[in-house]
């Protein structure tokens, strides 16, 4: 949540305020020019302008980042958008913490993905989870492909999807798959986008059936 006060309500100044947390999110990419990145910024401020009172007001980040992807739509910005979409949901998180040989860090968290696939349909998951790479990956062509990807609620995800303990030997094998299918596109990115280096794939530990929690222990290989 971030609190806007008065004193940047102007829309000149909302609107660099804005400007400044959405570039800070590290999603826009290469496809939004400098110019497009200012006429989003003013769009957002204008309308969250309106909405606020003397003394100022509350945005969730979550939903800051909502309103930014459906701008960004509306121009055709679609990648960006998704991006953008990832974010507010919670699925995607650029991360600072994680230090690595690589140049950036990313959290994926699958098991938002399962709460959005209606009727449990595994398909429709691993369409997404392919969708949202392919979306991200533009972003992390900014670095060579230099990233690392923690991926993680694969449990969860699986619990979710097919009704059965996290300790089930199918809900085993569908993080398996999960895993697989991930590092199998990552591959794939590579060679289309002319990496030299494949993003690393990281395993966060379920406390479900580990018994520890947010603890990074193993890479996919």
């Not at 940047?8 to 800070?24: F, M, N, Q, T």
Request: glycine residues 8%.
């Amino acid at each position: 949540m971030i609190w806007i006060p008065s004193s940047v309500r102007e829309s000149a100044s909302l609107s660099a305020y804005i400007k400044d947390y959405l570039l800070r999110m590290g999603v826009l990419a290469r496809e939004i020019d400098p110019h497009s990145v200012d006429a989003l910024s003013e769009a957002l401020s204008a309308y969250l302008a309106q909405t606020s009172d003397r003394a100022g007001f509350f945005v969730e980040d979550g939903n800051l980042l909502l309103l930014a992807s459906k701008a960004l739509h509306s121009v055709g910005a679609h990648k960006a958008a998704t991006r953008m979409l990832m974010l507010g949901s919670g699925f995607a998180r650029p991360v600072s913490w994680l230090v690595t040989e690589h140049d950036a860090g990313w959290t994926l968290d699958v098991s938002r993905i399962s709460g959005d696939v209606s009727g449990g349909l595994e398909i429709m998951f691993f369409h997404c989870l392919h969708a949202a790479l392919e979306a991200l990956a533009e972003q992390w062509d900014l670095a060579g492909g230099r990233v690392s990807v923690v991926l993680r609620g694969t449990e969860a995800a699986g619990v979710g999807l097919l009704g059965r303990p996290a300790t089930s030997r199918p809900v085993l094998r569908f993080v398996e798959e999960v895993e697989s299918a991930c590092r199998e596109k990552l591959k794939q990115l590579t060679h289309q986008y002319g990496w030299d280096d494949t993003p690393r794939l990281l395993i966060a530990n379920a406390p479900s059936a580990r018994g520890k929690r947010g603890n990074y222990s193993r890479e996919s290989r």
